[in-house]
């Protein structure tokens, strides 16, 4: 399974804990530099390993489409037709870490301690990361638990939240 198709599956599982099951396609936008990450490419090699990746995983997520936005160059639309969101809901189930996660985030008054919690319930090896005065980065060290870098922002409205793979994440603090 390509990183793409992967991270496809945890968007999609992310989005139904979030907003419940959708019967309807999902659209995600991933900038170039993700893309070319999940699918182990370089820019110029793109568009044979989209036409490629679609060809792959038709049989599972349908037939989706891939396309770069003509207003944002550099930005691409992913969509995935229901019968690809049946599949995933069918064979994968969201992580239990991922249902508090999201639950702690939509909780009013949420707080950082809460989300702290909820990574230490699931392992005493979590790595956080103060990025500034209202921004942090959570992590598991042991990606088998939840591959991702969460970052925590809190504002006015409380605590929101960015999902990023770690490659993707460390290229943007770089930066």
Request: hydrophobic share 40%; glycine share 6%; proline share 3%.
């Amino acid at each position: 399974m390509k990183k793409l198709e992967h991270n496809l599956i945890d968007n999609i599982l992310e989005a139904e804990v979030k907003l419940g099951r959708a019967s309807t396609s999902i659209t995600f936008y991933y900038p170039e530099s993700s893309l070319t990450e999940l699918l182990g490419c370089r820019a110029d090699e793109l568009p044979a390993e989209i036409a490629e990746f679609i060809e792959n995983v038709k049989e599972r997520l349908g037939k989706i489409t891939i396309e770069e936005l003509a207003n944002e160059k550099g930005r691409y639309a992913v969509k995935v037709p229901s019968e690809g969101l049946d599949w995933v809901q069918a064979n994968f189930r969201p992580s239990d870490f991922m249902k508090d996660f999201i639950g702690e985030i939509q909780r009013p008054y949420n707080t950082l301690e809460g989300i702290t919690e909820i990574f230490h319930k699931f392992s005493s090896d979590v790595i956080i990361d103060k990025v500034s005065e209202n921004e942090w980065a959570f992590s598991f060290a042991d990606e088998g638990i939840d591959p991702y870098v969460y970052h925590v922002e809190q504002n006015v409205f409380g605590l929101e939240y960015h999902r990023f793979t770690r490659e993707a994440y460390a290229k943007m603090m770089a930066s």
